[in-house]
Nanobody, 119 residues
Framework: QVQLDESGGGLVQAGGSLRLSCVAS????????MAWFRQAPGKGREFVVR????????DYADSLKGRFTISRDDAKNTAYLQMNNLKPEDTAVYYC????????????WGQGTQVTVSS
């Protein structure tokens, strides 16, 4: 497992942008497949996007394509989530997650960062 630390959340008006960061504690970060999930108030955790090792492939939730972009910088042990044209329904706690395997459960999770979008 790896320790993950998210940051970059906050309050933003609808139409605005935020960039979330997820810093991993290990130098072996490049071995991990990374993902972002979110959980809105009163709802279950929802998949947002994932990125493979070396950033070779990405996979987005259909509803978020075109507004959200995932990236990674292995030299900085960091994954990013750029969120543009934010909507009130994007309000949630955003979590990053990591796994060595390409499929299956994510076994490392961050504490989450709150994103609030006002109308």
């Amino acid at each position: 497992q790896v320790q993950l630390d998210e940051s970059g959340g906050g309050l933003v008006q609808a139409g605005g942008s935020l960039r979330l960061s997820c810093v991993a504690s290990r130098r072996s970060f490049s071995m991990y497949n990374m993902a972002w999930f979110r959980q809105a108030p009163g709802k279950g955790r929802e998949f947002v996007v994932r990125i493979s090792r070396l950033g070779i492939t990405t996979d987005y939730a259909d509803s978020l394509k075109g507004r959200f972009t995932i990236s990674r910088d292995d030299a900085k042990n960091t994954a990013y989530l750029q969120m543009n044209n934010l909507k009130p329904e994007d309000t949630a706690v955003y979590y990053c997650a990591a796994r060595i395997a390409t499929t299956g459960q994510y076994d490392s999770w961050g504490q989450g960062t709150q994103v609030t979008v006002s109308s």
